[in-house]
């Protein structure tokens, strides 16, 4: 059973940066392809972020993309979300989920396809 453990969050001013760590453990994070969702009180969980198994292909909502930068350590078993350029409406709480890896490939921004999800880690942009 995969235990994932989000750490990072917190309040910054738009324009400033925060990374966001997501902790590994019970399984061998190299299995997984893993992925960084957000979520608004009253809204769906958003895909942010995606990214292969071993960390070779990764993508992007176009929202975030050249802003933010999705990266995995295996060896170390952490996921990390780097955000730079914050927005107000980057405000959410940020979740990382993880997806069985299978031969077909597993890079996916459908989060009805990740059996395994963190607790999240609050992100608030605001001057």
């Known amino acids: 059973q995969v235990q994932l453990v989000e750490s990072g969050g917190g309040s910054v001013q738009p324009g400033g940066s925060l990374r966001l760590s997501c902790e590994v453990s019970?399984?061998?994070?190299?299995?997984?392809?893993m992925a960084w969702f957000r979520q608004v009180p009253g809204k769906g969980r958003e895909a942010v972020a995606w990214?292969?198994?071993?960390?070779?292909?990764?993508d992007y909502a176009d929202s975030v993309k050249d802003r933010f930068t999705i990266s995995r350590d295996n060896v170390k078993s952490l996921l990390y979300l780097q955000m730079s350029s914050l927005k107000p409406e980057d405000t959410a709480r940020y979740y990382c989920?993880?997806?069985?890896?299978?031969?077909?490939?597993?890079?996916?921004?459908?989060?009805?396809?990740?059996?395994?999800w963190g607790q999240g880690t609050q992100v608030t942009v605001s001057s």
């Open positions: 990214i292969s198994n071993q960390g070779v292909n990764s």
């Open positions: 019970g399984d061998t994070a190299n299995k997984y392809c």
């Open positions: 989920a993880a997806l069985a890896a299978r031969s077909g490939g597993c890079l996916s921004k459908l989060s009805s396809q990740y059996s395994y």
